[in-house]
Each structure stands twice: as structure tokens, then as C-alpha cells.
T-cell receptor, first 111, second 114 residues
């Protein structure tokens, strides 16, 4: 079974703080993705990575950056958290087909 | 711009009812359509469809794709309260620069009452 884990289920941060969200997969997948999910908007792609140290912007990259130093680990960084970044953050890892498997999600609240 | 639209956005039924969820898409270089179920946590994979007219089935859930009319349906028969969830549709594209990205619809919120 594919296993994707995320570092925190719930996180509360203050405006202006730097926030790190970490995702780890155990299936040696090359492609990993970060989404945010907001009511009525579905899943929106923030960034993705197709190999170690390789990254591409998704549809809503503003205010975010990512890091992929090892194949199994993909981090999402909020350089200076803002209240409009309060959301559910989902990480996914892709098999050789189009199927993506998701981590449990991190619900981030920025006060 | 790629677009995936699900309907209805929400649906309330009673146990035992049959429901049909719709997903229409407009994408260039279509390759696959996926359905996910999301309860109070991460989306879990249900089906991937790549060919028109071939039904995929798992228990009470089934899905079919129409590549000519650009839509898919997800059927759930004899619904149970455990089917209450958000159902997400996503489309994958072919092409070397797609990197397996998926475009998601807004989701359909299904509520099944006892």
C-alpha cells in the first residue's frame, strides 16, 4: 500500500511566521504535489516536483515555496504566513499512471 | 483553460436511494479521468477511466466515461450513511510537460440520511 504522511494534522500559526509543512512518501515515486483545499473551490495545485531538486509552479504559487532535497520528502514553505493562507493542505504522490495518493492533510489556521 | 465541472454541488438522499454524480470536462490532450471519495480526511482513490464505454465497478459504486461527449458519471446504488462524503473528479493530461498533474472539479457533497 502506498503511504503518504504529513508532519502535522492541525497547525495554528500567527501572521508573519514562517511555516514548514512536510510530506513523506514511501513508494519511491518521482512526482509529488502540494494542494490547498477550500470550500467551493476544490483542490488547487500550489507546486509540484517531478524529481529531486526539481520543482514547478502550479496554479496558485504566490506566497509559497517548496523544497525537495530527497526523493521521499517534499516540503511546502510559507515564508510569511497570512490569514488568507488558512486552509487544508494536502500532499500527494503519483504512481506510474495518473493515480495520485494523498496524505492525511494539514489543517492550517493563521491568526 | 482546462476546466472540470461537477454536478450537482450537493445532494441529500435517504439510505437505499441510488445516486448519479456527474463530471464534465474541457481539457486539451485528455488522458484519464479519476474519481476520489473524501470523508473527513484525505481523498481516497476510487476509479481511473481512460476508455469510453467501459464500466468500472467496485461493490455498489460504478463509473463510466464518454470521451465523445466529454463527461463521466459515478453511480452509487443502495446508498448507506457511510457513503456520505465529498466526491471529487479529476482529469489527467497527456504530454511530456504535464508531469501527471490533475485538474480537479469542485466536488459533490453527498449526504445520506438514515
Amino acid at each position: 500500500d502506498v503511504k503518504v504522511t504529513q508532519s502535522s494534522r492541525y497547525l495554528v500559526k500567527r501572521t508573519g511566521e514562517k511555516v514548514f509543512l512536510e510530506c513523506v512518501q514511501d513508494m519511491d515515486h518521482e512526482n509529488m504535489f502540494w494542494y490547498r483545499q477550500d470550500p467551493g473551490l476544490g483542490l488547487r495545485l500550489i507546486y509540484f516536483s517531478y524529481d529531486v531538486k526539481m520543482k514547478e509552479k502550479g496554479d496558485i504559487p504566490e506566497g509559497y515555496s517548496v523544497s525537495r532535497e530527497k526523493k521521499e520528502r517534499f516540503s511546502l514553505i510559507l515564508e510569511s504566513a497570512s490569514t488568507n493562507q488558512t486552509s487544508m493542505y494536502l500532499c500527494a504522490s503519483r504512481t506510474s499512471t495518473d493515480t495520485q495518493y494523498f496524505g492525511p492533510g494539514t489543517r492550517l489556521t493563521v491568526l | 483553460e482546462d476546466k472540470v465541472v461537477q454536478s450537482p454541488l450537493s445532494l441529500v438522499v435517504h439510505e437505499g436511494d441510488t445516486v448519479t454524480l456527474n463530471c464534465s470536462y474541457e481539457v486539451t490532450n485528455f488522458r484519464s479521468l479519476l474519481w476520489y471519495k473524501q470523508e473527513k480526511k484525505a481523498p481516497t482513490f476510487l476509479f481511473m477511466l481512460t476508455s469510453s464505454g467501459i464500466e468500472k465497478k467496485s461493490g455498489r459504486l460504478s463509473s463510466i466515461l464518454d470521451k465523445k461527449e466529454l463527461f463521466s458519471i459515478l453511480n452509487i446504488t443502495a446508498t448507506q450513511t457511510g457513503d456520505s462524503a465529498i466526491y471529487l473528479c479529476a482529469v489527467g493530461k497527456a504530454g511530456g510537460t504535464s508531469y501527471g498533474k490533475l485538474t480537479f472539479g469542485q466536488g459533490t457533497i453527498l449526504t445520506v440520511h438514515p
